[in-house]
């Protein structure tokens, strides 16, 4: 009985409008998930996204509320030298090949977050990061320069190849 | 004539209410000390970067929303008028937006679950005084189960890929050399070789419970959603990282609202 009072008093109150959007929002991101392993684009654009090298800004925050914790095959590594020495040939590639490791998501936080930026920028010196995520068969790679930029004013990012080394394997 | 003693009938929009604040609150004040020399850090090392605007790139822009979220929090905790719940709610969710924003604090999935937390925040408390009490957290214990479903879908989808099922990713991260006692435990006992394989076990286990669990936690029973739920993300952190409290906090908050579901009579 008093459930049925509940549910003819529930049909004459406003519609749920906020239940409705909040499903549709749940609904919208389950999608894009299903279809990160269907259509390349849509991992292509979370990798960019991981990577700080989405098209825009705008670009990369509407996708802010897309879960991605543990996502994608992570890796970093963090170089004292540019690669453009190997490049030339002034540096042998094994003297500046440092270890490539996993991170558990947006690898770019390994300079931008907490104590990573502190363990790769205390130095005071120039550093170059390369960052790599693949997902299926599909690899992005960048490669980032921080430059101090004058004592006690930080580092400025320099992004050295955003997307050009983009690739499908 | 006989009567019968019955208990007092208690809020329980209140007390889901609370419960989930006192959720956020978890998530914002678990890891501090970390968030404090975090701090420390952005303001003393800043990074130019073009790619966000200047706004986002400011360390006191960050701090200064963080502490605006935890004084928001705290008087939302305490409140009960329906208005100011909304505002201070509102004021949450948009704090928490910018922080999953700014150059700082963008990759902290602590800032994403807490978002979707603010979010059914802020729908309850609108709801509050409009839906019956029965059917508000009926509809709350299921919003919180599906968002929760969700998440851990897109965690199992992200895992999708040979890296991931071969555990080599979760060696790296978790096995090599994180000082953590189930990982520093496994190192003592183990060969490298025997760790790998550990390594792959471990892997794969988390990948088939994220994808069972997101495919299929929303559409269980409320209680035992919520129980589920809260074991699964509870034991998420004892397993691989005690910092996840931060991230699951606020869920294990909303989680809760499917205790307080009773049956129609």
């Known amino acids: 009985m008093d459930s049925d009072v509940d549910r003819s008093d529930d049909q004459q109150r406003s519609a749920d409008w906020g239940y409705r959007i909040l499903l ?33 800004f705008l670009t990369w925050a ?3 509320p897309i879960p991605a914790m543990y996502n994608f ?11 453009s020495l190997v490049a030339d040939g002034l540096l042998s590639e094994f003297a500046v090949t440092p270890t490539w490791r996993y991170a558990n998501h947006f690898p770019t936080r390994v300079f931008t977050f907490g104590d990573g930026r502190y ?31 004058g004592a006690g004013q930080g580092y400025r990012l320099i992004r050295v190849a955003p997307e050009d080394r983009s690739e499908s394997r | 004539v006989a009567t019968v003693a019955t208990a ?13 604040i006192a959720g956020l609150l978890l998530s914002l004040l678990y890891k501090h000390r970390f968030f404090r020399s975090a701090a420390r850090m952005y303001v003393e090392i800043p990074i130019a970067d073009d790619f966000f605007p200047v706004f986002f790139q400011s360390a006191y822009t960050a701090i200064a929303i963080f502490i605006s979220i935890v004084i928001l ?38 800032f994403t679950t807490m978002w979707w937390s ?4 802020l729908w309850l408390v609108w709801r509050r005084g409009i839906d019956s009490e029965q059917v508000l957290v009926e509809k709350a214990a299921f919003l919180s189960r599906v968002i929760v479903s969700m998440i851990l879908f897109a965690g199992a989808v992200g895992k999708w890929t040979s890296e991931y099922w071969s555990g080599e990713v979760l060696h790296d991260i ?77 869920l294990l908050g909303i989680l809760a609202s499917g205790w307080f579901v009773t049956r129609r009579s």
């Open chain 2, 118 to 121: 603010s979010l059914w925040g």
């Open chain 2, 174 to 250: 978790y096995f090599v050399d994180r000082n953590f006692w189930l990982f520093s435990e496994v190192r003592q006992r183990f060969t490298a070789d025997a760790i790998r394989e550990i390594a792959t076990t471990y892997s794969r286990f988390v990948i088939v419970t994220e994808t069972v669990a997101g495919v299929g936690l929303w559409c269980l029973p409320t209680r035992i959603a919520a129980t589920t739920g809260i074991v699964i993300l509870v034991s998420i952190a004892l397993m691989s990282n005690f910092l996840l409290f931060s991230v699951m906090g606020c």
């Open chain 2, 8 to 20: 007092p009938a208690i809020d329980r929009i209140r007390w889901v209410h609370r419960i989930a």
């Open chain 1, 62 to 64: 509407w996708q802010f």
């Open chain 2, 73 to 110: 929090c705290v008087i939302n905790f305490f409140m009960d008028n329906r208005r100011w719940q909304i505002a201070l709610s509102f004021g949450t969710l948009i704090g928490i937006s910018l922080l999953c924003l700014h150059q700082a604090t963008y990759n902290d999935a602590t």
């Open chain 1, 73 to 83: 095959a992570n890796r970093y590594q963090i170089r004292r030298v540019p690669s």
């Open chain 1, 24 to 56: 549709a929002l749940v609904v919208a991101v389950s999608m894009w998930m299903i279809a990160t392993p269907l259509i390349p684009k849509v991992a292509g654009t979370t990798m960019r996204r991981f990577h700080l090298n989405s098209s825009s």
């Open chain 1, 119 to 149: 363990k790769v920028l205390r130095s005071g010196q120039s550093v170059w990061v390369d960052v790599e995520s693949s997902y299926r068969g599909q690899t992005i790679r960048s490669e980032f320069e921080l430059s101090p930029n």
